[in-house]
């Protein structure tokens, strides 16, 4: 199973980025899917998530400028940033509770980052 993410990139100040995390490999079912960020110097934060039934949760400092969404169809969960601030600058991580095929419960799987950097 891996997470992979895509979408990072520098934008200017009140840009938008969308970024996207595919899961693959065999899975039974795919739970909670989140997304953290970690800047230079500070610990790993909870930006959103989302869980299987689509219900989601934001960091307080994003709320109504970022915006969790989900395919399971194609097994994916998006982050769109509006509104972006220099303070949003980070490395973004997809997170997501996966149930391999043939176990009986869940994992936390990790993808690799991708960086995002608001600055004019």
């Known amino acids: 199973v891996q997470l992979v993410e895509s979408g990072g990139g520098l934008v200017q100040p009140g840009g938008s980025l969308r970024l996207s995390c595919v899961a693959s490999?065999?899975?039974?079912?795919?739970?909670?899917m989140n997304w953290y960020r970690q800047a230079p110097g500070n610990q790993r934060e909870l930006v959103a998530s989302?869980?299987?039934?689509?219900?989601?949760n934001y960091l307080s400092s994003v709320k109504g400028r970022f915006t969790i969404s989900r395919d399971n169809a194609k097994k994916t969960v998006y982050l769109q940033m509006n509104s972006l601030k220099p303070e949003d600058t980070a490395v973004y991580y997809c997170?997501?509770?996966?149930?391999?095929?043939?176990?009986?419960?869940?994992?936390?799987?990790w993808g690799q980052g991708t960086q995002v950097t608001v600055s004019s």
């Open positions: 997170n997501a509770n996966i149930r391999p095929l043939l176990t009986a419960w869940g994992t936390n799987y």
């Open positions: 490999g065999s899975i039974s079912s795919l739970n909670d």
């Open positions: 989302i869980s299987s039934g689509g219900s989601t």
